[in-house]
């Protein structure tokens, strides 16, 4: 009978001990690019916006939001902060392929392009990117496919440098 009941308390205490577990973090480290042009004398930061969108369009890439930070800076300081934006692109048919291949390639979606003005009053298009180590591992019409997309972003960068349409 004692057997029975220790083993009871065995089981509740570790199904209890089962239901408290808490999740852990687990970390994957990985290697990036990151990609900078400066934005071209006599081209405003609009005009690079506007190019940097019709490119991605070029492209078949989506254009899927933007988050304009140094509106939400002057909002909590009420003083005028440089200008700092994060544009947003996505080819989903490839994004899903990248997952089905690795998740933890969502990491990198969706495409990311900033454009900043740094404290010298240049103005920059930023990108982080995966290794081409990360788009090698994948499988061929998948890696092709991420080929295309990351070839995409270099020429949208570019073209948004120089106000190109």
């Known amino acids: ?10 089981l509740l205490t570790n199904t209890v001990l089962a239901e408290n577990a808490k999740p ?3 970390f994957t480290e990985v290697k990036v690019q990151v990609a900078r042009v400066e934005i071209q004398q006599g ?9 940097l969108k019709l490119r991605a369009n070029q492209h078949n890439l989506k254009f899927v939001g933007a988050n304009a930070l140094y509106k939400e800076v002057e909002a909590l300081t ?3 902060a440089k ?3 994060i544009f947003n692109f996505c080819d989903g048919l490839t994004a899903q392929k990248m997952i089905a291949a690795n998740p933890l390639m969502i990491s990198f979606m969706p495409c990311r392009i900033a ?6 009053g240049k103005r920059w298009i ?3 990117m995966m290794s081409t180590d990360m788009i090698a591992a994948l499988p061929d019409d998948t890696r092709k496919n991420a080929e295309r997309v990351i070839g995409a972003m ?12």
């Open 1 to 10: 009978m004692r057997y029975i009941l220790a083993m009871l308390t065995l």
């Open 24 to 26: 852990v973090l687990s």
């Open 43 to 51: 081209i405003s930061f609009d005009d690079a916006v506007e190019s």
């Open 78 to 80: 009420g003083k005028p």
């Open 83 to 85: 200008r700092m934006e």
């Open 115 to 120: 454009m900043v003005e740094d404290a010298q």
């Open 126 to 128: 930023i990108s982080m």
């Open 154 to 165: 270099k020429d949208i960068m570019l073209a948004a440098s120089n106000g190109d349409l």
